[in-house]
T-cell receptor
Framework: GQNIDQPTEMTATEGAIVQINCTYQTSGFNGLFWYQQHAGEAPTFLSYNVLDGLEEKGRFSSFLSRSKGYSYLLLKELQMKDSASYLCAGTNDYKLSFGAGTTVTVRA | DTGVSQDPRHKITKRGQNVTFRCDPISEHNRLYWYRQTLGQGPEFLTYFQNEAQLEKSRLLSDRFSAERPKGSFSTLEIQRTEQGDSAMYLC?????????????FGSGTQLSVL
């Protein structure tokens, strides 16, 4: 199985940067996903890391260190619409195991 | 709409009743998943199909729960003799084996309330 830990809540100001950390303990780990979920909606894909290092995609970047069992999601130039839950998920060959999610609140 | 569809969006039932949910995955996707999510928690894996074969069921899935994917396309999840603890959002997701990063695409879910 997989044990995924991430902070419960984070608050930041519009235009700022927020980093959401995720640690994992896994068996058969293949890669690390980040999903965004707005209240009452389905999770939507943000990023996937299988190799160590930083993957940048617009305002969002994700980092993975396999040796440390650690990932983070970096949200830059925060906008009000970024207020959501951010889910870290480890994957084996076919199954995603999710953390509890980090609720990010962006304030004006 | 070519995404994952779930029906119904909301279901209210009385304890002890049976309920059935339907999921239509993205048409070319061969893998289909059911997850359950409660407030403030991440999605919790329930079961997984590759084509019509159910390859894994979570130990969390009691014998009151059954899922099918009879022709390798749509899937149904049935809960018999519902209990208040079954109240949750039931999410369906699909993916394509061998696709780059093989991400899951989620439906909007069925919100179940057991009174």
């Amino acid at each position: 199985g997989q044990n995924i830990d991430q902070p419960t809540e984070m608050t930041a100001t519009e235009g700022a940067i927020v980093q959401i950390n995720c640690t994992y303990q896994t068996s058969g780990f293949n890669g690390l996903f980040w999903y965004q979920q707005h209240a009452g909606e389905a999770p939507t894909f943000l990023s996937y890391n299988v190799l160590d290092g930083l993957e940048e995609k617009g305002r969002f970047s994700s980092f993975l260190s396999r040796s440390k069992g650690y990932s983070y999601l970096l949200l830059k130039e925060l906008q009000m619409k970024d207020s959501a839950s951010y889910l870290c998920a480890g994957t084996n060959d076919y199954k995603l195991s999710f953390g509890a999610g980090t609720t990010v609140t962006v304030r004006a | 709409d070519t995404g994952v569809s779930q029906d119904p969006r909301h279901k209210i039932t009385k304890r002890g009743q049976n309920v059935t949910f339907r999921c239509d995955p993205i048409s070319e996707h061969n893998r289909l998943y059911w997850y359950r999510q409660t407030l403030g928690q991440g999605p919790e894996f329930l079961t997984y199909f590759q084509n019509e074969a159910q390859l894994e069921k979570s130990r969390l899935l009691s014998d009151r729960f059954s899922a099918e994917r009879p022709k390798g396309s749509f899937s149904t999840l049935e809960i018999q003799r519902t209990e208040q603890g079954d109240s949750a959002m039931y999410l369906c997701a699909s993916s394509l084996t061998g696709a780059t990063n093989e991400k899951l695409f989620f439906g909007s879910g069925t919100q179940l309330s057991v009174l």
